[in-house]
């Protein structure tokens, strides 16, 4: 009778689960397709929903029309450096907000958490002004500075979750053995929160890479310019180039995809380890 009772509400959640997905993935199928459209075809009427020709013009003129090389690098300079600087320095961290008792404890953590609940577009205007007196503007440098500032306190706050959940007696037991604290973390814990580094620096570079609003305020020059901003520029006030965008779009699809894809396993051990305490 639970059985009879029960399947038609699994079928009815196949069936929304089915239309969620078909809803989700078509915008992603949509680009693809168009990426690899004849330019003249793209706007054409009616839609062609598979095209009868693929062509890689649009990729060709990408990288012959723009410097799209040149963005490829630059995103994967700043969202790697910072993605590795601010996860080390959120390990840090963590660490010390979830393993000593020190004054100020709580507004450091609390303050950590209100830079999640603030929109970064509040502080490009005197975010721009410091980096300008510093001379930063227009340079990969202080990009990667500011993704840094960025993503600690995100880091800084899940590895602190997954340090609350190894035992004080790991530790204790390895000073015992001889090792002291900062020898403790690097041979004893750190292997233990694997999953947890991998989670926080796979974000972090996602976050990086995808970034917008800084990327376009502070990287203004073509030589400097990440992915994000480029694919702006293919976007004008009286046109839009549809095949160049799709193709670039795709381009900066696949970077985060296969990280996900080799990296699933140990986010979602990070995030479950990070999380229940």
Known sequence: MIGKRSLPLAVLKTLFLAIWLVITAFPLYWIVITSFKEPGS???????????????????????????????????????????????IALLSGYVLSKFEFRGKTAVFLCFLITQMLPAFIALGPLYI???????????????????????????????GFFDNIPDELEEASMVDGCNRMQSLIY??????????????????????????????????????????????????????????SAASVLAIIPSMIIFAFASKHIVAGLTAGAVK
């Not at 990408?62 to 590795?84: E, K, M, Q």
């Not at 980096?131 to 706050?157: Q, R």
Request: glycine content about 4%; some cysteine; aromatic content about 14%.
């Open 42 to 88: 793209i706007t054409s009427y009616p839609i062609k929903y598979w095209p009868s020709h693929f062509s890689l013009e649009n990729y060709t003129q990408l990288f012959t029309l723009s410097n799209f090389f040149v963005n490829i690098r630059n995103s994967f300079v700043a969202a790697l450096v910072a993605g590795a600087v601010a996860t080390s």
């Open 130 to 160: 410091m980096m300008t007196h510093m001379d930063l503007v227009n340079s990969i440098v202080g990009l990667i500075l500011v993704y840094i500032a960025v993503c600690i306190p995100f880091s800084a706050i899940m590895l602190k």
């Open 188 to 245: 004893i814990i750190i292997p233990v929160m694997r999953p947890g580094l991998i989670a926080a620096f796979v974000f972090n570079f996602v976050n990086c890479w995808n970034e917008l609003f800084l990327s376009v305020t502070l990287a203004q020059r073509s030589s400097v310019k990440t992915i994000p901003a480029a694919l702006q520029g293919f976007i004008s006030s009286f046109d839009i180039d549809w095949g160049s965008l």
